[in-house]
Structures are given as structure tokens and as C-alpha cells.
């Protein structure tokens, strides 16, 4: 069952990263609950876009910071950043989505590094395991799909991941382009809240009846 959460907006303007261009390694900061201010380091890779800090801070207030009991799916999880910050702020089950085999082994360094029994990292397509999860039991998805797959990506993946959580659910989603209530009610989903840091669109969905 989706617990209630607070709807109001933080009004920070966060500042949206360039992304990654490749080469060496970089840090992400997890930016509140129990593993407050912990940095993991994080490969460069093309085309990653670690989630900005001040936009995960916003997306949390948006969800009222307190995620305890709650079961996240991460998708396309990257660098774990949004899986990792909700099992930091209390989600009894997150599970990391990856494909590509280095960011799975540094999502399992992460894990052993923070000791978080409860998230699994789990190497498949992110599309493959959305289909596959029982409907309607998760809290949460995120959603950050590469933003070279185009809309019919993004399409695809809200359609895989709306079945996973019940009305009233919810869906956060990273997108080059805003996404209307217009565009989005024939998937079942309205925005519940969005902002706009540099050239990434960050929306909150909930799933509607």
C-alpha cells in the first residue's frame, strides 16, 4: 500500500550536470537520512548523468523525506544515486536495475560499502525487468532512461513501470522534454510535480484510476 506523503514543492532552482564524457572516476553525495553526507565514488562513462543533488533533495521533499516501509525500484539505476538515497531515507526494499557489467559491479561495491541489506542490484535491461515485476507491489519507480533512446524509450518504459505500483502510486521520471497530464493520461498517470534543471526535465507522476 502507497503511504501518504506531503505534496509540497521545494523552491530550489537545482543546477542540472553536464553529462559524463568518459575517463577516470567522480563522487556522488548522498544528501540525507541515515548515510547523510556519504560520498561514493562513481565511474565517468558516457552518457551517465548522476541525479544533480539539489534535485534529489527537491524530489524528497516532494515525497515528504520519510520513505520507511516503502519497496523502490530503480531502473536504468546507473550510479544508484535515487535508489540508494530512498534506502537511505528508510525504504525497507530497493532494487538497483543495470545492465551495463562495470556500473553492476560498482552498484555491488556501493551496497557492501554501506552495508544495505536491504537493496539487491540486479543485472538485466531495465524494460525486461519492469515487465516481469509483480504488478502493482512497489511504492515507487524511478525512472532515467538514456536520453539518446527517444520517446518511444520513455513511452515504453512509463508503460512497463505504471503497472508496477497501484493508484495512487508513484513514478519519478528524468526526461529531455516536459511531459503533459495531455501525454500522459492515456498511460494512466498524471503530473504531480516538475522542474526544469538545465536541459533535464525532472517530473513526479502518480498513477491514477
Known amino acids: 500500500m502507497v503511504r501518504s506523503r506531503s505534496s509540497s514543492a521545494a523552491q530550489a532552482r537545482p543546477t542540472a550536470k553536464a553529462p559524463r564524457t568518459g575517463g577516470g572516476t567522480h563522487e556522488v553525495r548522498i544528501v540525507g537520512g541515515v548515510w547523510r553526507r556519504t560520498r561514493l565514488r562513481v565511474l565517468d562513462k558516457p552518457g551517465l548523468r548522476p541525479t544533480p543533488d539539489r534535485v ?82 512497489a511504492d515507487l519507480v524511478f525512472l532515467d532512461p538514456p536520453f539518446s533512446g527517444g520517446e518511444v524509450m520513455f513511452k515504453h518504459a512509463l508503460q512497463q513501470a505504471v503497472r508496477c505500483v497501484p493508484i495512487g502510486g508513484w513514478l519519478y521520471l528524468e526526461a529531455p522534454e516536459a511531459w503533459t497530464d495531455e501525454g500522459l493520461r492515456t498511460l494512466g498517470l498524471s503530473v504531480h510535480k516538475h522542474l526544469k534543471a538545465g536541459a533535464v526535465h525532472a517530473h513526479l507522476l502518480q498513477r491514477i484510476a
Do not use: M, Y
Not at 525486461?128 to 504488478?135: F, M, V
Open 56 to 137: 534529489r533533495e527537491t524530489l524528497f521533499n516532494w515525497l515528504g523525506q520519510d520513505l520507511t516501509g516503502w519497496v523502490c525500484l530503480d531502473a536504468f539505476a546507473g550510479t544508484g544515486a535515487l535508489g540508494l538515497e530512498a534506502a537511505s531515507r528508510g525504504a525497507q526494499q530497493v532494487v538497483l536495475i543495470e545492465q551495463d557489467a562495470q556500473l553492476v559491479q560498482q552498484l555491488h561495491a556501493h551496497v557492501e560499502q554501506l552495508k544495505a541489506t536491504q537493496v539487491k542490484v540486479q543485472r538485466t535491461d531495465a524494460l525486461t525487468a519492469l515487465a516481469s515485476w509483480p504488478a502493482q507491489s
